[in-house]
């Protein structure tokens, strides 16, 4: 193999691994911002209840949720439990509190939980 192809696959695999390191990052950043204000206005009966180990390793929303850090978490779990209908609706499915891992407000207006 000559020097130039040799030096064409290694640039590209360093990409793909750049590229990797990227995309996780951008994942951590993808906590749904506000959130919290969604979750605490949330208002009908529109909610889902998703685990979070049905998720895909590599699927983004499991993967922000993967990498929220623990003040994220807890303005979450602050948010269900001040809008009172919400966490009575919660609690009526069996969902744990403190298995709270993320939320996200959806195209239609409601609501999924994601829990562990």
């Known amino acids: 193999m000559n020097r130039f192809a040799t030096f064409s696959?290694?640039?590209?695999?360093?990409?793909?691994?750049?590229?990797?390191?990227?995309?996780?990052?951008?994942?951590k950043m993808n906590w749904p911002?506000?959130?919290?204000?969604?979750?605490?206005?949330?208002?009908?009966d529109n909610v889902r209840i998703v685990d979070v180990d049905t998720l895909k390793e590599?699927?983004?929303?499991?993967?922000?949720?993967d990498?929220?850090?623990?003040?994220q978490r807890a303005a979450l779990l602050?948010?269900?439990?001040?809008?009172?209908?919400l966490a009575t609706k919660l609690?009526?499915?069996n969902v744990e509190m403190n298995n709270i891992a993320g939320a996200e407000e959806?195209?239609?207006?409601?609501?999924?939980?994601?829990?562990r």
């Open 106 to 115: 959806a195209a239609d207006g409601g609501l999924t939980i994601y829990v």
């Open 91 to 93: 609690k009526a499915q």
């Open 33 to 44: 911002s506000h959130i919290d204000q969604s979750v605490r206005a949330f208002k009908g």
């Open 9 to 27: 696959v290694i640039a590209a695999l360093s990409t793909l691994s750049f590229g990797g390191i990227t995309y996780a990052t951008d994942a």
């Open 58 to 65: 590599e699927n983004q929303t499991r993967m922000w949720i």
């Open 78 to 85: 602050a948010a269900v439990e001040a809008n009172k209908p």
């Open 67 to 71: 990498e929220a850090s623990a003040e």
